[in-house]
């Protein structure tokens, strides 16, 4: 895996996505995406990601391919929050079960929570609406466009 430095882009960006990324990534690296994406989201910036939720986390320091890295919530709550971000759950299918986030910078938290709540998921994990259909929806809701 390649490390991205994003702060060496010198702006911020609206949206960032991580679809299939931590899903197959150690911790360190996890860590390292999130907090390099924490220095360049303004405070209203949205961070949408996939992990693979399992009973226990990965604890070695390879990338897994084709297989999958699984952490527990609450191991991916404190790898959010060491990198100085919050993240709400969002109820969206995956077609490998994966678990959607929403991470924001802390102050945009609550509203960040009200947005994700007030999405209406389809029922049928077509191709179309589980990641076209998800980032579509919460783009237009909290950017407004
Ligand atoms: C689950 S897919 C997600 C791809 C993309 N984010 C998407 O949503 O379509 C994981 C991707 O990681 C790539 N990949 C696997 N091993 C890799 C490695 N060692 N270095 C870089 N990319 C790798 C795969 O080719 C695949 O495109």
Redesign the pocket.
Known sequence: ??AIYCRHFGQTFDFIL????F??APQRNIMLCMSEAASCMSPTSLFLATFMEGDHDYEGRD?L?PSVSQYTWRRIREITEAAGLRHVSIAWPHPRSAKWIALSRPEHEPRMRDLVNGLRSPRLCSRAAW?TGLTRSLRRRILGR
């Open positions: 895996m390649v991580a679809q299939g990324v899903t197959h990338w391919y990641g």
